[in-house]
C-alpha cells in the first residue's frame, strides 16, 4: 500500500513538472482577425471582408511568420493564368518592438476564372527581434501584381494584432554599433611620431652595430 501511494506521488510531481515546463514557454499567442479591405484596383475601388491568420514559428535567432488568408480577395475581370498573380503584405510590428515586416509568397499555382475573389496564398517573412519582450503582429496592406497591373489593399477597420510573441532579442538587445577608428589630426600627429620613433630607434640600433663592428 505504502509502494502504491509513492507511486502516487512521483507521478503527481511529474504533472506538476510537466505543467511548471509548459508555463515557463515562451508566449505565443494567435487569433483569427477579421480584415475589412478597401481595395484599389485597375477597374475601379472595391471591398472585401476576410479572416486572417498570423502564425509564428522559431527559425534561426529569428521567427518565420506566416500570414494566411480564409477568403479570397478583390477579383479580376479577366482569367488569370497560372503564375499570373504575385501577392505580398505587411505586417505591423508593435508591442516591445516596431516596424513593418514584409511577407511574400508563391504566385498562383492554378488559373483564376474571371469575376472571382482570389485566394491569397500563404506569405510568409522573416523577422529578427531587435527587443526583447511581448512583440505583436497585426496585418496591414495587401499588394496583388497581375499582368502588368497592381491592386492595393488597404485594412479599414483598424484590425488588432492576430498574433503575440514574447521574445529574446540576440545579445538580449540592442546590438551596439562598432566604435571605428579616428582619422582625425590628432591620429595622425600620433601615426608620425611612432613612425619617427620607430626610425630614430632603427638609427640609433645601426649606429651602434657600426661602431661595435668598427671595434
Do not use: H
Not at 508566449?27 to 479591405?37: D, G, I
Not at 600627429?189 to 661595435?212: D, K, N
Amino acid at each position: 500500500m505504502a509502494k502504491r501511494k509513492r507511486s502516487v506521488v512521483l507521478a503527481s510531481g511529474a504533472v506538476l513538472a510537466g505543467v511548471g515546463v509548459l508555463s515557463a514557454a515562451p508566449l505565443a499567442r494567435a487569433a483569427v482577425v477579421e480584415v475589412n479591405y478597401a481595395c484599389k484596383t485597375p477597374i475601379g475601388d472595391k471591398s472585401a471582408v476576410s479572416p486572417i491568420d498570423v502564425t509564428g514559428e522559431k527559425s534561426g535567432s529569428g521567427y518565420r511568420i506566416t500570414m494566411s488568408w480564409q477568403k479570397g480577395v478583390s477579383s479580376s475581370p479577366v482569367e488569370l493564368g497560372a503564375g499570373a498573380m504575385k501577392p505580398r503584405a505587411t505586417v505591423k510590428v508593435g508591442g516591445a518592438d516596431s516596424g513593418t515586416l514584409t511577407v511574400t509568397g508563391a504566385a498562383n499555382q492554378a488559373a483564376i476564372p474571371a469575376n472571382t475573389p482570389i485566394k491569397i496564398s500563404d506569405l510568409s517573412g522573416t523577422y529578427t527581434p531587435r527587443k526583447s519582450g511581448k512583440v505583436t503582429f497585426t496585418p496591414g496592406v495587401l499588394t496583388i501584381v497581375a499582368l502588368g497591373t497592381t491592386t492595393t489593399c488597404t485594412p479599414t477597420n483598424s484590425p488588432g494584432p492576430a498574433l503575440t510573441l514574447d521574445v529574446t532579442a540576440s545579445g538580449g538587445g540592442d546590438t551596439p554599433q562598432p566604435q571605428l577608428p579616428q582619422t582625425g589630426p590628432e591620429d595622425s600627429f600620433v601615426a608620425l611620431a611612432t613612425f619617427g620613433g620607430t626610425v630614430l630607434l632603427t638609427g640609433a640600433a645601426g649606429a651602434l652595430w657600426l661602431s661595435r663592428r668598427a671595434r
